[in-house]
Structures are given as structure tokens and as C-alpha cells.
């Protein structure tokens, strides 16, 4: 012990020197070092003789040593490189020297020939998993009940499928534990982790941990397996997978397309409970490895991470399940759905100005509208789950269809007001009431209902003769826009198509000199002029009432959906 104290205050001659203290070890020296051995162990036995230390004077000596050993507490790098019989400081006494720098500090001087020395008599990995390997058992848990840390590290989310509810992601998985029996310190290694691949992940214990909920789950193999093995000389194992997973989403569509999706995977031991495998998240818990992560319909909003314990037949388990939300991103339904649902109801509103003789232009309006309308509606929904509730685009596109299908009852009624009546005498009696006149006809009268018009005229021409001839022999009515001047051929013919009488009575018809005129025409016009100034009303009215409640319906719909989001 004396020997190694004045082996340690050699090497900080320089340091007393610069703070001005003379050592009190000057006159020390070791003039032999012997060296026995006494059955099977070692003795050293270190003689040394002074020249000046008998007249040295006891109190510096204590005061100098005392000084000597605050100065070596001063100096300590770390605490663990001056534990009694540590590695450490085995390492650093062997391979370097030490030096006082600006500071006052000591600070090694690498020897890089003791370095090398020290590697050469250092272990090598071979070596170490030859010896850890040889008596280890894989299926021994280590240590009794084992704690597994967890860390996870998102890569990239690839997709969300609404129709499967389901998203992929690719993660890096980390698991920490202890095994004592991986333990290889003491075999003094060149270093102190060794970096290995799955073949040997085969054959150490592990947790056997999955995610339970997963509905694929592949490792990466691009060129090779991406697992990754490292174990600590103190026993410790940390592995890396990188996984690509597939996992299930809760969608509730009701405010589809402003609307949260929440995706969430679970990871648990599989074979061993939790008086075997206790598991839980690491300090990182789950990160992303980049800050903003977009997808083309969606936005990871966050990322929780919640550890359970779970009751089974066998017992319990650690579950540690970790949730995505996601905010879905509606510019493309916006732009595909909304802004042309507005215009194609701004579109339907040009039938009300077009008035009410328009009828043919403004029934090719509404229905355009109201087709247009279900083609976009079916465009979207097909790419959607058929859900039994009522989604927000539902509630929108329903509504719109709705306005415009209102549009069209309105054209509908405005058509039946302003549609052209024929007056009720100007109608082509029943064949029923076609009979042939008397012998002689009565004379002729003058009521307050109807007029009789009686009209004679000389034959012009053969046709008239022939017509005058028939009235002597019968009187029958003449029917409506039916002259003596036109063709008789072409007349007769047009007659009969409109009313199926015998020739005779058709003839009788068409030879009555006498036209009834109703006398109420002048009520019956005035009639039309009301009717057309109603439908009139209603297209006045309408042009403001589908706007405003297209308004109202507007605010009513995004304060509910945005709020609610």
C-alpha cells in the first residue's frame, strides 16, 4: 500500500511544484520490492529506507499528506474510476498517464502503446458469446419477473381507408430488459456492447410481445430482416424491430366530412402474465421521427399513449395501447361537392325570372339541376361505407335536392295557372247531340245567354250550291272554324276525325247556318288575366323566398357541423 501511495505521489511532483508546496516524499524511496509465495498465495512485501525522514518534521508531513489527498478528491473525473478494485480504474492506472492542465485539473495522457497492449488482452466478441452462449437456456425467464420498457418511433403513415376503417403505418419498436445471465463484464471486453443480428435474437429469451390488434404486422426485410440486437455488458438487451402495420380506425361518419378518425394499436406479451413480464412505456413513449405528418385526406392531430392492465382466464396482462387522431381535410369535398352544389342551385333560380310563357326552358332548368345534383351525390358516396345513419354530406346534398325539387313543383304550379283554356263553346258538340233539324226550323230567338246568328248568302260557286242544297233538306250544326268559303273535302274530313258520327249527321252539322257564341267570353278572359297575374305573384315571391331560406339553411347547417367539429 505504501509503495502504491508513493507510486501515485511521484506522478503529481509537477503538481505540488506549481502550487508552491515542497513534498514531503522527497527523501521517501523504494529500494526493494519482494515477492514470495506462501503455499498458493501471493505475498508482496515492499521494504524501503529513509535518509532525511527521521528529521523530517511530523506535523508538515501530516499537514503536506493532508493536502495531497484533498487534492486527489479534487481531481476525480468520475466517481466510478476510483471505486476500490473497479475496472475503471485498472484501465486508466495501465493505459494512461496524467498531466495538470490550465485549470488545475488532472487530465489522462494517452499512451497509444499501452492502449494497444490493453486491447490486445482484451476480450473479443467471439470470445464473449462463446462463453455467455454456452451455458445460457432461452427458456428460463431471467431474473424471475422481468421489466420490458417500451419505446416506439413513427416512420411514415401511408394510407386511411375509409371503406375498411382501417390505416398503415411503418414504425421502429424498441424493448429494454435485463437479463443477468448475458452478464459478460467480467471477461473484460474490448467493448462494452456488442451490435448482432436476428440469428442470435433467435436463440436469447424474449418477451414474445405482439400487437394484439394489428390486422397485418410484417417486418421490413430490405435486403435483410431490419432487427436489430444489442447487448450491455451487464446484461442488458436492447432490441429493434421495424415493422409494417395495419391497423383498425373508429369512424363515426355522423359529420362526415368534418369528422375525427381515431386509429389505435395495442402491444402486450403474449405467452407471459404480469407475475412474469411486467411492461410498460419508456420516458420517450412514442415519437414521431418527423414533426408534421400529412396525408392527402388527412392531419395527425396527436398522439396518445395510455398503459392498461387487462384481466384474462390466465391472469393479467400489461396492454400498452397507443391512439392516433387524425382531423380529416375537406378542400377536396369542398371543391367537389359544395361549391358546385351552390351553383347548380343558383342555377335552378334562373327559372323564376324566365317568367311564366318559359315553361319548356325552365322545366330543362330544374331538372338539369336536380340531375346534375344526384350524379355529384353518387360520386361521393360510393367511395364511402354504407352506414346506416345519416352522414353531414347526406343532410347537405338531400337538402339541396330538395330546394331544387321545390323549384320544380313551383314551375309546375305556375304552368297549370297560366295554361291556354278553349272556351267552352268553341268545343265540338258530342255526336249525341248532332240531330237533324225539323221540316221547319223555329225561329230564330234572342236570349240573354247566347245569340243567334243567322247568315244568308247567294251561292258563289258549286261548293256553296251543294251546301245550300243540303240545307233545304236538313239543318244541322256548323262546327267552329269551319267556313263556306274553305274546301269542303278538307273540312268534312277534319270534322270527322274530331267527333265519330254517321256521314248524315256530319253533314247536317257542318250545313247549320246558325254559330252559338257565348255571351260570357269577356268573364272568361278576365278569368285568365287573374290566374296569369297569380302565377305571376308566385315567381315574384319565389325569387326572394328560395334565397332566403337557402340562407337560412346555410347558417342553421355549419354552426351545427362546425361547432359540433
Known sequence: ??????????????????????????????????????????????SSRTEQGVEADASMHYLQFLSLAVLLL???????????????????????DWEVDEHGALRPIINPAKVERATKNCANDSFILGTIMSNYNRHKIPGGQV????????????TISDITSDFQLDIYIYETWHDPALNYAFLNPCKYNLSLNSVLLEKLWTPNSCFINSKTADIHKSPFPNIFLMIYANGTVWTNYRLKLQGPCIMDLTKFPFDNVTCSLTFESFNYNTDEVKMDWSENGVQKMRDKMELADYELVDIHKIRTTEEYPAGYWHELTMSFEFKRRAGWYILQAYLPTYLTIC????????????????????????????????????????????????????????FVFCSLLELAW????SREEEPTGLR???????????????????SANSTVIRRQKQPKNEEE?????????????????????????????????????????????????????????????????????????????????????????????????????
Open 1 to 46: 500500500m505504501l509503495a502504491y501511495l508513493i507510486k501515485v505521489c511521484k506522478r503529481s511532483k509537477k503538481l505540488f511544484e506549481t502550487i508552491g508546496i515542497e513534498p514531503w516524499y522527497n527523501g521517501l524511496e523504494v529500494k526493494s520490492v519482494t515477492h514470495y509465495t506462501t503455499g498458493n498465495r501471493p505475498t508482496t512485501v515492499n
Open 74 to 96: 479534487m481531481c476525480q473525473a468520475r466517481k466510478s474510476v476510483y471505486r476500490r478494485n473497479s475496472p475503471s480504474l485498472r484501465r486508466l492506472t495501465r493505459n494512461y
Open 147 to 158: 421489466e420490458v420498457e417500451v419505446e416506439v418511433w413513427v416512420q411514415e403513415i401511408t
Open 347 to 402: 342555377i335552378s333560380w334562373i327559372s323564376f325570372a324566365l317568367g311564366s310563357k318559359a315553361i319548356p326552358a325552365r322545366t330543362m332548368l330544374g331538372v338539369n339541376s336536380l340531375l346534375a345534383m344526384t350524379f355529384q351525390f353518387g360520386n361521393i358516396i360510393r367511395n364511402l361505407p354504407r352506414v346506416s345513419y345519416v352522414k353531414a354530406i347526406d343532410v347537405w346534398m338531400l337538402s339541396c335536392m330538395t
Open 414 to 417: 305556375v304552368g297549370y295557372l
Open 428 to 446: 265540338s258538340p258530342p255526336c249525341a247531340q248532332v240531330a237533324p233539324k225539323p221540316a221547319h226550323p223555329p225561329p230564330v230567338q234572342q
Open 465 to 565: 250550291s251543294a251546301l245550300l242544297s243540303l240545307r233545304d233538306n236538313d239543318y244541322g250544326y256548323i262546327p267552329p272554324g269551319f267556313g263556306l268559303n274553305g274546301n269542303l273535302a278538307s273540312a268534312m274530313k277534319s270534322f270527322s276525325s274530331s267527333c265519330s258520327c254517321e256521314p248524315t249527321n256530319v253533314v247536317n252539322m257542318m250545313l247549320d247556318e246558325a254559330e252559338t257564341i257565348p255571351a260570357s267570353t269577356s268573364s272568361s278572359l278576365s278569368r285568365k288575366q287573374r290566374r296569369e297575374i297569380l302565377a305571376h305573384k308566385i315567381d315574384s315571391v319565389s325569387v326572394f323566398m328560395f334565397p332566403f331560406l337557402f340562407v337560412l339553411f346555410n347558417i342553421a347547417y355549419w354552426q351545427h357541423y362546425l361547432r359540433v367539429n
